[in-house]
């Protein structure tokens, strides 16, 4: 184990450490916070932001970003649910037929804007802070689009379950989540793709030399996040029963703060899945703990503002060090 290793290793089990003290700290000053409701509540919360987290750690590592995935996962509720309006009624019966059509369309849809992210960085070579910047308005406004600027009710009722549904009392984005982090987790640590990722991240060049396809590995990561996102998208509008463009603004703050804060380096090569989840979990403890303290809305940004601030500036630190 090398030095990287050993201080992104350092990195996260401190994260982990600050995490329990958390859990201590508010499981004795806010009540109900330690009931397993509130824990299932709070994985439940957490669940879109961390799968699109874990993407977005793939991403970060091997040196790009994606500013898109909040807009990605309007404009994927929004679609799905103008597929399952056009096509109810025609020739798709039963109901779940039209539904699969729209949720495999979506998918499709976000994995080719990704696939279209990375080209754009292969082929032209604009950097991904940008084209994702243009991509974020894009597909805001197609959102918009879509559903001329107001939300579409066209879901079965059985549609709810997908994003509040309860298997053996557990919510069904939580299977989710546990589901994309196993299938991220074993992607970037038991595979070659997991190894180029990293081996891009830290010497783009070297990786190259070394026979590593560096932009496909690059373009893989941006399609896996788009994904994710879609899949937020999805489990959204089933929880809101529509498809409605105004939802996830602002998320992709959020899960680079969560991606930042769990040790994955905003200069690439370094950092962890396990650690993604680490910072989201975080993220989403520290949400709850000031919504049960009475913390209004404003506060709890100032105070998430204050904290993403000084997680950048650690990580910057660090990785002069």
Known sequence: M???QLVGLSRQHSMLLILILLYIIVGFTARGFMTVDNQLNILRNIAVPGMIAFGMALVIIVGEIDLSVGSMVAVSACLTAWIVEKASGHAFEPA??????G?????????????FNGMLRHRVGVPTFISSLAMMATLAGMANMITNGSAIEAFPSWYYIIGSGRFWGIPV???LLVVAFICTFILANFTTFGRAV??????????RLSGINVWRTKTICMVIVAVFAATGGIIYSSLINSGNPTIARGMELQVISA????????FGGRGSIWGAFIGVLF?????????????NPYAQQVVSGALILGAVFI???????
Request: hydrophobic share 50%; glycine share 12%; aromatic share 18%.
């Open 2 to 4: 090398n030095k990287q």
């Open 315 to 321: 990580n910057f630190y660090i990785d002069r060090k």
């Open 259 to 266: 991606v930042i804060i769990g040790g994955v380096s905003l």
């Open 173 to 175: 984005p939580v299977y």
């Open 103 to 115: 949720i495999v369309t979506t998918l499709c849809f976000a994995a080719s804007v990704g696939w």
């Open 198 to 207: 990293y081996s891009v991240g830290g010497n783009m060049e070297a990786a």
């Open 283 to 295: 993220l989403g403890v520290l949400i709850n703990a000031m919504t049960l303290w009475g913390f």
């Open 96 to 101: 779940w037929y039209y539904v699969v059509l």
